[in-house]
């Protein structure tokens, strides 16, 4: 890189560092899910359970299956929830440094769009972890503790209005990723700023 002009360099060192950022944000995305692909069946076919659960179990295996999951999953779900709210912040820094410096420049709209995409991504994250998630794991916990203390109906009608967050979630998580793969495939777009 020591003959590229120093705003060159300096792009392209922004644009490599923003790469990384949006690969890991993906890579944390992608692996998340397919851990609790693999979990949640797995575990609701082989109709695990814990100490508790023994009601659920009796009269749903699957659902205590799916319940043993989600103990196991828990954390991983709050580590990589907190991994992609910080890499949401670095990815939504570099990307607007980058656009700023390509205004006017070459590649100033596709890098526009990559911000664009970056703070849509970065605005689910936000809208999941403050609108989404907290009502989420209340009726969770309210499911979980219906379950373990055997008030079954109860505990069923929780279940309910969590799927249907879950389910609220899960549409704004794929639309979270595909913002993120955009930008990814932006950022490859993006032609260099000087040419000599």
Request: net charge neutral; aromatic share 4%; proline share 5%.
């Amino acid at each position: 890189m020591a003959h590229l002009p120093d705003g060159e360099r300096s792009d392209r060192l922004l644009a490599a560092t923003l790469a990384v950022a949006l690969m890991l944000w993906l890579a944390c995305g992608i692996s998340v899910a397919v851990a609790a692909i693999s979990a949640f069946p797995v575990l609701a076919e082989r109709g695990a359970t814990v100490p508790g659960l023994e009601a659920l179990a009796a009269g749903d295996p699957a659902a205590a299956g799916r319940m043993v999951a989600g103990f196991v999953m828990d954390r991983v779900f709050a580590i990589t929830d907190l991994a992609q709210a910080i890499l949401a912040g670095v990815a939504m820094l570099l990307a607007t440094i980058l656009a700023w410096r390509r205004r006017g420049a070459a590649g100033g709209p596709t890098s526009t769009v990559l911000l664009l995409c970056v703070l849509a991504a970065a605005s689910l994250v936000a809208a999941h972890e403050v609108a989404i998630a907290p009502p989420m794991q209340a009726a969770l916990a309210e499911h979980r503790e219906l379950a373990m203390t055997a008030r079954l109906e109860d505990a069923e009608r929780a279940r309910r209005a969590f799927d249907s967050l879950h389910a609220l979630a899960d549409r704004t998580y794929g639309l979270r990723l595909l913002a993120v793969a955009a930008a990814f495939l932006l950022l490859l777009l993006l032609p260099p700023r000087a040419t000599r």
